[in-house]
């Protein structure tokens, strides 16, 4: 006998007053759910096989307070808790998973409409919680988001953390309101048809509050992370380990709607086995998508620039959705601000954009400097929807000294070339909270953590990370709640003169791409990419005729005359960055353009053109 692959792990209401528990624990010999509420005892669990605990308790229901106790010893909380009240060493809590949702009909959105925003629960609005952010929901419908992306929401030790400490994957951290305050987010964005992806950690666990490996070898010593030991994906008893994350995955998509898992940093975990872990878990998700009748994705991070993660299964690839391109960044943001150190030494600027725009990779096999090695693999054949690309995002942000946002040191501008970079571009687009207005916060790196060893190792390691920067000054103290506070928004910017104008100019910029055929189809084959690199000019043609657009974008620091190669015929501008209405210089460009296959545009400092065919008659 042992525990069914289609039985529940964790605390599992059957009814109003009966519960059943199933806890696998190969360390142990026996196992004892231990119930302190509403009154205390403790049951005898039956060793049901490969190291599952099994028992079925009467007159418990939901809300009742639990641990394990191991071998008459250690008493833990439950590897598989939904909710921890009390705290990453608090009891466990019996969660009824009933819940008055309003979406149906629901379906999700296809992967090419997806138009990211990445959020961190507890520092989006001033109370940090789930149901604080319902209300700012309808302003990124107005914007043009089509999914949040909810930064990692499982219970972590303390009330402030990134959430890559998390040590309960399938717990709903307590500080943010817990498991309904999560649904009934993803219920009003819903509500809004927004899709809501979140962030979830499968390449380590948090150190504090760690209790898994008193329950069994959830990690192996054979590999490390950057964080520690590394999860146990290929060794013996990784049927369980696998089995552990794959339902972690499955409960957000069937119990909390969630439409797309954000896999973090997969390049951390390492699994050689003929069949991975992230293919098995991405089968398992798409099979469970197909029965709820919704469209789910899955979008690993990776920096390995390795289209395998977005090839089919059937053509031995990992079958994922899309993947992070870390590479559009990196020579955006080397463009942008000219910094050259640490890996941003491997790119020059407007050549490696073009190369992104036109490849998707600009590593795709040749030698890193920084790596000091070659990197990557040839990504000119996969479609563009299949990339995940940003100017700004946690890391990127939060893994500076000064956790330091391009709006901090860029004038207007230039951020708007930043925008019409990212958002016309032919992949699925990501923004930052607050990336959309101009945010002046910086978001800087924050724990909460009890152990005065861990807390000092925290920031031992947050100077050795920067070392390879050539970044001066004190790095703000992770523990402190003063850098938690620093890195909340400041919403009322976005009501105010430039910060206002940058929002619409980014809402305009989704409307674009939303309603001109030729940018919402993320169809590269047709995109044709120019690169004027002594000019400091790119020059993107995208559609066919009649539909075709012309992007034009100026990263020089001064106006400039250029010709361009355009196609014969009329045009219509649909943008102009240096317009007045944008907080520009003027408008030196005409409304329309006659080419009969060359045009002579003077184009302000930092500026983004957009023009459209127009047909005969218009």
Same mark, same amino acid.
């Given at each position: 006998?042992?525990?069914?692959?289609?039985? #529940?792990?964790?605390?599992?209401?059957?009814?109003?007053?009966?519960?059943?528990?199933?806890?696998?624990?190969?360390?142990?010999?026996?196992?004892?759910?231990?119930?302190?509420?509403?009154?205390?005892?403790?049951?005898?669990?039956?060793?049901?096989?490969?190291?599952?605990?099994?028992?079925?308790?009467?007159?418990?229901?939901?809300?009742?307070?639990?641990?394990?106790?191991?071998?008459?010893?250690?008493?833990?909380?439950?590897?598989?808790?939904?909710?921890?009240?009390?705290?990453?060493?608090?009891?466990?809590?019996?969660?009824?998973?009933?819940?008055?949702?309003?979406?149906?009909?629901?379906?999700?959105? +296809?992967?090419?409409?997806?138009?990211?925003?990445?959020?961190?629960?507890?520092? =989006?609005?001033?109370?940090?919680?789930?149901?604080?952010?319902?209300?700012?929901?309808?302003?990124?419908?107005?914007?043009?988001?089509?999914?949040?992306?909810?930064?990692?929401?499982?219970?972590?030790?303390?009330?402030?953390?990134?959430?890559?400490?998390?040590?309960?994957?399938?717990?709903?951290?307590?500080?943010?309101?817990?498991?309904?305050?999560?649904?009934? =987010?993803?219920?009003?964005?819903?509500?809004? /048809?927004?899709?809501?992806?979140?962030?979830?950690?499968?390449?380590?666990?948090?150190?504090?509050?760690?209790?898994?490996?008193?329950?069994?070898?959830?990690?192996?010593?054979?590999?490390?992370?950057?964080?520690?030991?590394?999860?146990?994906?290929?060794?013996?008893?990784?049927?369980?380990?696998?089995?552990? =994350?794959?339902?972690?995955?499955?409960?957000?998509?069937? /119990?909390?709607?969630?439409?797309?898992?954000?896999?973090?940093?997969?390049?951390?975990?390492?699994? +050689?086995?003929?069949?991975?872990?992230?293919?098995?878990?991405?089968?398992?998700?798409?099979?469970?998508?197909? &029965?709820?009748?919704?469209?789910?994705?899955?979008?690993?991070?990776?920096?390995?620039?390795?289209? $395998?993660?977005?090839?089919?299964?059937?053509?031995?690839?990992?079958?994922?959705?899309?993947?992070?391109?870390?590479?559009?960044?990196?020579?955006?943001?080397?463009?942008?601000?000219?910094? $050259?150190?640490?890996?941003?030494?491997?790119?020059?600027?407007?050549?490696?954009?073009?190369?992104?725009?036109? /490849?998707?990779?600009?590593?795709?096999?040749?030698?890193?400097?920084?790596?000091? $090695?070659?990197?990557?693999?040839?990504?000119?054949?996969?479609?563009?929807?299949?990339?995940?690309?940003?100017? *700004?995002?946690?890391?990127?942000?939060?893994?500076?000294?000064?956790?330091?946002?391009?709006?901090?040191?860029?004038?207007?501008?230039?951020?708007?070339?930043?925008?019409?970079?990212?958002?016309?571009?032919?992949?699925?687009?990501?923004?930052?909270?607050?990336?959309?207005?101009?945010?002046?916060?910086?978001?800087?790196? =924050?724990?909460?953590?009890? &152990?005065?060893?861990?807390?000092?190792?925290?920031?031992?390691?947050?100077?050795?990370?920067?070392?390879?920067?050539?970044?001066?000054?004190?790095?703000?103290?992770?523990?402190?709640?003063?850098?938690?506070?620093?890195?909340?928004?400041?919403?009322?910017?976005?009501?105010?003169?430039?910060? #206002?104008?940058?929002?619409?100019?980014?809402?305009?910029?989704?409307?674009?791409?939303?309603?001109? +055929?030729?940018?919402?189809?993320?169809?590269?084959?047709?995109?044709?990419?120019?690169?004027? +690199?002594?000019?400091?000019?790119?020059?993107?043609?995208?559609?066919?005729?009649?539909?075709?657009?012309?992007?034009?974008?100026?990263?020089?620091?001064?106006?400039? /005359?250029?010709?361009?190669?355009?196609?014969?015929?009329?045009?219509?501008?649909?943008?102009?960055?240096?317009?007045?209405?944008?907080?520009? *210089?003027?408008?030196?460009?005409?409304?329309?353009?006659?080419?009969?296959?060359?045009?002579?545009?003077?184009?302000?400092?930092?500026?983004?053109?957009?023009?459209?065919?127009?047909?005969?008659?218009?």
């Amino acid at each position: 006998m042992t525990a069914n692959p289609d039985e #529940r792990l964790g605390a599992t209401l059957l009814d109003d007053h009966r519960c059943s528990f199933l806890v696998w624990a190969p360390r142990a010999t026996q196992v004892e759910v231990q119930l302190t509420s509403p009154r205390e005892h403790s049951v005898a669990m039956e060793a049901i096989g490969c190291g599952y605990f099994r028992a079925i308790v009467d007159d418990v229901a939901a809300g009742a307070l639990y641990r394990y106790r191991l071998d008459g010893q250690k008493e833990r909380p439950d590897p598989v808790s939904r909710f921890q009240p009390q705290g990453v060493h608090g009891p466990s809590l019996v969660v009824d998973h009933r819940f008055a949702w309003n979406d149906t009909g629901w379906r999700g959105i +296809p992967l090419e409409t997806y138009v990211l925003y990445e959020l961190h629960v507890g520092t =989006f609005t001033p109370e940090g919680t789930f149901d604080a952010a319902i209300p700012r929901i309808a302003t990124l419908k107005e914007l043009g988001v089509t999914a949040i992306e909810v930064m990692p929401a499982s219970q972590f030790p303390g009330s402030r953390n990134w959430g890559y400490d998390g040590v309960y994957p399938f717990a709903v951290q307590e500080s943010y309101g817990g498991p309904s305050a999560f649904k009934r =987010f993803v219920d009003a964005c819903h509500q809004q /048809e927004i899709a809501v992806a979140l962030d979830v950690v499968y390449n380590h666990l948090g150190p504090e509050g760690n209790y898994l490996s008193d329950f069994g070898p959830y990690s192996t010593d054979v590999y490390k992370t950057p964080w520690g030991e590394a999860l146990n994906f290929d060794g013996p008893y990784s049927d369980q380990v696998r089995r552990y =994350f794959i339902e972690n995955a499955l409960q957000w998509i069937t /119990e909390f709607h969630i439409d797309a898992l954000r896999l973090d940093a997969v390049h951390a975990i390492v699994d +050689p086995s003929a069949r991975p872990f992230l293919q098995e878990l991405g089968i398992a998700v798409h099979a469970r998508a197909r &029965d709820l009748g919704r469209e789910v994705c899955v979008f690993p991070e990776s920096d390995r620039n390795d289209v $395998r993660f977005v090839i089919p299964t059937e053509s031995n690839g990992i079958g994922h959705d899309a993947v992070w391109n870390d590479d559009f960044h990196h020579a955006l943001h080397v463009l942008l601000t000219g910094e $050259r150190d640490g890996y941003y030494q491997d790119f020059q600027g407007i050549e490696d954009l073009a190369k992104s725009f036109r /490849e998707g990779f600009v590593y795709s096999g040749q030698y890193s400097k920084f790596r000091r $090695r070659r990197h990557g693999n040839s990504a000119k054949d996969i479609s563009g929807k299949r990339f995940i690309v940003f100017t *700004q995002n946690h890391d990127q942000i939060g893994n500076r000294r000064a956790g330091d946002r391009l709006a901090q040191s860029l004038s207007l501008d230039q951020l708007k070339f930043a925008s019409g970079v990212l958002l016309l571009s032919p992949y699925l687009p990501l923004l930052f909270m607050g990336e959309e207005y101009g945010e002046s916060a910086p978001f800087q790196y =924050f724990v909460s953590h009890g &152990d005065a060893d861990l807390i000092e190792a925290v920031r031992r390691g947050r100077k050795e990370e920067f070392a390879r920067f050539d970044w001066q000054g004190e790095i703000p103290d992770p523990q402190s709640e003063q850098t938690f506070l620093n890195s909340k928004l400041n919403w009322d910017l976005q009501l105010r003169g430039s910060h #206002r104008i940058l929002w619409q100019f980014h809402r305009e910029l989704l409307r674009l791409r939303r309603t001109v +055929p030729a940018l919402a189809r993320l169809d590269r084959s047709t995109a044709q990419i120019e690169c004027r +690199p002594d000019e400091n000019a790119l020059l993107m043609k995208r559609g066919t005729e009649p539909g075709r657009v012309f992007s034009l974008f100026h990263a020089g620091s001064s106006t400039a /005359e250029l010709a361009i190669a355009v196609p014969q015929g009329r045009w219509r501008k649909l943008l102009d960055s240096a317009d007045r209405k944008w907080g520009g *210089q003027g408008n030196q460009v005409p409304d329309t353009l006659v080419s009969t296959g060359e045009v002579q545009l003077a184009l302000s400092a930092w500026s983004v053109l957009v023009f459209a065919g127009m047909a005969n008659g218009d």
